[in-house]
C-alpha cells in the first residue's frame, strides 16, 4: 500500500511542478510520477537544510516540500538541456 501512496503522491508534485515551471506538454505520466518522487526527496533534504521538517506523510505540508524540489529538479535538468 506504501508503494501506491508514493506513486500517487509523486505523480501529484510532479504534475504541479511541471505546470509551475511550464513542462506539462512535454512531460507524460511516468515522467511526472518520478519527477514528484525524486522531487520529495529533493525537497526533504532541503527542508533539513533550513531546519525544518521534510516529507512527513501524505499531507499538504509534504505536498508542498515534494512540489518544491521536484520544481528545483526541474530547473536544474533545464540547465543542463535546451529544450
Do not use: E
Request: aromatic fraction near 14%; glycine fraction near 16%.
Amino acid at each position: 500500500m506504501n508503494f501506491l501512496v508514493w506513486i500517487i503522491f509523486g505523480a501529484l508534485a510532479g504534475w504541479i511542478a511541471s505546470i509551475i515551471m511550464g513542462k506539462n506538454a512535454k512531460m507524460g505520466a511516468i515522467a511526472n510520477i518520478i519527477v514528484g518522487i525524486l522531487g520529495a526527496f529533493i525537497g526533504g533534504y532541503i527542508m533539513d537544510f533550513f531546519g525544518a521538517g521534510g516529507v512527513t506523510g501524505f499531507n499538504f505540508t509534504s505536498l508542498l516540500v515534494a512540489i518544491v524540489g521536484a520544481v528545483v529538479l526541474l530547473f536544474v535538468v533545464g540547465l543542463f538541456t535546451r529544450r
